[in-house]
């Protein structure tokens, strides 16, 4: 079997040992792989924290038959009545069937009503992990059917020293400033991390353009435009964001939101961001450019603190 060639795949922790993440929670798995007896569990935080790679590692460490759904691709109820109920309905030769619906937010409120009486009906020989990024779009009978388990992401210095060590496996050269600044740009995204490394790496070295150092900056260069609004913050704000070369803009809402002391007047505005904040994000989700969503937002907030 061809071994894998992106570092992400290539490197997935296959047990606990190897998983980076909070010791209590590993505790808690190890104790579902030991008694080969997993209960239905659902694991939700930011991407590339390691969710589907604990959901995997479930079912690699115990004796089952198991079924890998992303619900992101497939997210109707026909989905979950035809291949869930079929799988779960079926014979097994192992004791027991596990069904991963990855990205579980992304299923329709429909398909998550079903599911929850599927959970029930096929409790004594099959269990559900389920993952999603945003725990509040899972409906509530579908969340109590489950352990709810949040995904903390490991600490900076953590990631730091998992990319070091796949480097070295990888008889990579690396400065040791270039794996702080990708870990500081794409934290807590471990996948983004360990891609970003392998495509900077040219001819057995990481190579990081240093005129993106000024892209980690630009939150900073945001608030300054939002605290002393003109006539050219919209422009500026526009400029930083191109010169960042940002990919995901997720991060921008939450920050924006954090920091609405440091930009508003007072409390009036502070709803009015707020609300503006929540419609933004929600669409952001149909959108296929994301920049232009994003500043759609900055033009909004620009007019109410002005």
């Given at each position: 079997?061809k ?8 490197y997935?922790p296959n047990d606990l ?9 590993k505790q808690i ?12 569990m659902?694991?939700?935080?930011p ?12 079912v ?10 992303n ?10 009545r ?6 779960a ?12 619906l ?8 429909q398909?998550?009503a079903?599911?929850?009486?599927i959970?029930?009906?096929y409790?004594?020989?099959t ?5 999603c990024?945003?725990?509040?779009r ?15 992401p490991?600490?900076?210095k953590?990631?730091?020293q998992?990319?070091a ?14 794996v702080a ?6 934290y ?9 490394c392998?495509?900077?790496t040219v001819d057995?070295?990481l ?6 150092l000024?892209?980690?900056n630009?939150?900073?260069?945001i608030?300054k435009e939002l605290?002393?609004p003109?006539?050219?913050?919209f422009?500026n704000?526009?400029?930083?964001l191109?010169?960042?070369n ?8 939450k920050f ?8 508003t ?5 502070q ?16 959108r ?6 994003v ?5 909004k907030i620009?007019q109410?603190?002005?």
């Amino acid at each position: 079997m061809k071994q894998h060639s992106i570092w992400n795949e290539k490197y997935r922790p296959n047990d606990l040992t190897t998983f980076i993440g909070n010791e209590q929670l590993k505790q808690i798995i190890s104790q579902y792989i030991n008694n080969n007896d997993p209960i239905n569990m659902l694991f939700y935080g930011p991407p590339g924290s390691g969710k589907t790679t604990l959901a995997k590692l479930i079912v690699n460490n115990i004796e089952c038959d198991y079924l890998f759904l992303n619900a992101s691709d497939e997210r109707g109820i026909d989905t979950i009545r035809d291949k869930v109920q079929g799988f779960a309905s079926s014979a097994s030769f192992k004791p027991l069937k596990i069904i991963i619906l990855d990205e579980a937010d992304f299923l329709t409120i429909q398909a998550q009503a079903s599911l929850r009486n599927i959970i029930e009906t096929y409790s004594r020989t099959t269990r559900f992990i389920l993952t999603c990024n945003y725990l509040e779009r899972i409906i509530d009978p579908l969340q109590s059917r489950c352990q709810v388990l949040k995904i903390t992401p490991p600490s900076k210095k953590e990631v730091a020293q998992h990319v070091a060590n796949v480097l070295d496996q990888e008889d990579i050269n690396y400065e040791n400033f270039h794996v702080a600044f990708v870990v500081n740009k794409h934290y807590p995204d471990i996948r983004k991390i360990l891609n970003t490394c392998q495509v900077n790496t040219v001819d057995g070295k990481l190579v990081i353009d240093t005129s993106l150092l000024t892209s980690s900056n630009y939150k900073d260069a945001i608030l300054k435009e939002l605290k002393a609004p003109s006539k050219n913050s919209f422009k500026n704000i526009r400029q930083t964001l191109a010169d960042s070369n940002l990919d995901d803009f997720e991060e921008i809402y939450k920050f924006l939101y954090d920091n609405l002391d440091e930009y508003t007047k007072d409390g009036v505005q502070q709803a009015m961001i707020i609300i503006e904040i929540e419609n933004y994000m929600y669409h952001a989700n149909f959108r296929i450019d994301k920049e232009i969503n994003v500043m759609a937002l900055i033009s909004k907030i620009l007019q109410t603190i002005q």
